[in-house]
């Protein structure tokens, strides 16, 4: 009966395209080696588990992060991390599965719009850059994180939000433990007025700032679990806050600093965490008096990272980056519409002079601020859209803290506290321009709508 109703087809088909992928594997594994062989195999599981559950796919990204230094070449110079590989999978996967369905690859929220404006002239950037190929790579990958959020605002529970910050803070504290383990042995030191520092933990990342920018979000996670997660992740979250804390002073990022400090101000409106972080200080004032006072004074790290939070104040005076500000906004007049198109900043800053001194005289990569970079990268129209979204990000923060009670509110708390942090270190940095912590900041951001529409009157589960 199943031969006589085909029954047998699809067996026969899954047979060999079995016997196929295994000829191809024996084939790679001999010509290759066996550790391209396993690169393959994960890919090839990565991109199943994408089709068949996506939200999965983001949980599986956000473990990978500690990965971010490992970079396979995709074509020429570029590369993709692990982390950003399968951010991109889950997006374009939800879009296979929305199409096989017959749904349009799109849901209606509050950022979706400013997004997609944002996207729509990053493309119409492709006209004027100098660079196509590599302006392609970056649209290719800001499509892959529009439909990232589209994946997560359409599927997302309350429930799927604190797994995301649960596994952030856990990733946190792993690169921060990597941060301490690969400069154990370096000597960190301040230049001039510490304007510059030297021996820097970049862990996983390519920068110390981006670490930083990383930890900074991880340690806002931690908070909100540590305070208002499940009892038994708890603990963990504590070790984890802890360890991010340590891994942002061993960056002596200024800006990085500065974006925990703002994280932690957030946290402190929050009544839970601010009874919470008054007990820390009681029992931390009461050890150091056991242990004398001079344990802390005497420490070189909180001295190192003291001096370089000073030396904000000198930064007008003697840092590059007050030049780098003055000198954008003539290659935005130049270009006032679409701009130079998106990742060509750097040849525009050759162009115009715009050189670092601390890294020989290269052109700066970005205008080490995220409205500023977009404005010269994607016009005046493209910093609208930018300024529209952050908008919209606000509205959708507050209506999230104020609708949520309970595990819910703490989710909130701690996404408005990591956003906070992203938005103050963009004040001074452009570390979005790399895409695992681009596509994180917008995983944060589709969580806070996904918060913002639970109903007051059902408070949402852990």
Known sequence: MALARGGWIQPLVLATAAAALTAAGMLVAYSAGP????????????????????LAAVFVAITLIPLEVVSLAVGGDAGISPAEGVFALAGFGWVVRRLMAGLPPYVDSPVTKPLLALLVIAVAGLGVSESAGDTLRIVLMWTAAFFLVQLLVDEATPSTVGWILLLLALTGGV?????????????QQLVGMGTEATGRAAASFSNPN????????????????????????????????VAALVGLALTLSRGGLLAAAA??????????FRRMALIAFAVGGVALLISGAEVLGSSQSVDLVTKRIESVQYAGQVDPRSALWRGTPEIIGDHPLIGVGAGEFSRAAELYGLRDPFSEYQPF??????PLTVAAELGLLGLAAFLWFATKVGVVLVRACRRTVGWARAYAVGLTAALAAIAVQGLVDYTVRSNVVAMLVLTLVASAVVLSRVSPERPAGP
């Open 175 to 187: 690169v921060a433990v990597i941060a301490a383990a690969t400069s154990g042995g370096q000597e």
């Open 35 to 54: 550790i391209v062989l396993i690169v393959v195999v994960a890919a090839l599981a990565v991109t199943a588990l994408a089709l068949a559950n996506p």
């Open 263 to 272: 994280a932690v101000a957030v946290m402190l409106l929050w009544r839970p």
């Open 365 to 370: 990569e970005h205008a080490h601020s995220i």
């Open 210 to 241: 981006l670490l930083a920018s990383f930890l900074a979000t991880a340690l806002a996670a931690a908070g909100a679990v540590m305070v208002g997660g499940r009892p038994q992740f708890r603990p963990f979250a504590a070790v984890a806050f």
